[in-house]
């Protein structure tokens, strides 16, 4: 995200950011994700990675599910690659993990927050599915304090290994 990107626009009582960037940002991470299917034996992995995590972390909740469907695509066509470089997307999944709407927000943006840790969670499981994933000390300590440690997250984690099963 570029900070000088962002327009501030007053509307009556309120002011409402814009990101310009937006749109172009998701067509890059799009790009990304297509990579994996067209080309990914040409794709330098530790960097490859190190952007999904940037993804990770950026604001737009569009960007933010295409990077967890992008972490999902990962752990099944270059599982080695994502275990090596786990210490890149403990912190932005652990933020998104623990997100919460504010008190004043509308049922909408509730909602959003809602699938976004559900997305977040789909991405982790897959994550989990790798092969010795759980060898890694620090993705280990992730999943005891920020999925199990937490009633809440792991109610939905639970409920998100309960739909993989059934498929």
């Known amino acids: 995200m570029k900070p000088e990107l962002i327009k501030e626009v007053i509307l009556g009582p309120f002011k409402h950011k814009i990101d310009t960037g937006l749109e172009v940002r998701q067509a890059a991470f799009e790009a990304l994700y297509t990579f994996l299917e067209t080309c990914i034996t040409k794709i330098e992995m530790t960097e490859y990675i190190s952007h999904v995590a940037t993804g990770l972390s950026d604001e737009s909740y569009d960007v933010q599910l295409l990077n967890h469907l992008i972490l999902v695509r990962l752990s099944k066509k270059a599982p080695t690659s994502l275990v090596g470089s786990l210490e890149l997307l403990i912190e932005p ?4 993990v623990g997100s919460k709407a504010k008190d ?32 890694d000390q620090k993705w280990s300590q992730f999943m005891k304090t920020s999925i199990t440690g937490s009633e809440v997250v792991s109610k939905l984690y639970q409920e998100v290994v309960a739909a993989a099963s059934e498929r």
């Open 104 to 135: 004043e927000t509308v049922q909408q943006q509730v909602e959003h927050n809602n699938e976004l840790i559900r997305s977040c969670l789909r991405a982790i499981y897959s994550i989990n599915q790798i092969p010795d994933v759980e060898a």
């Open 93 to 96: 999944l652990k933020v998104c």
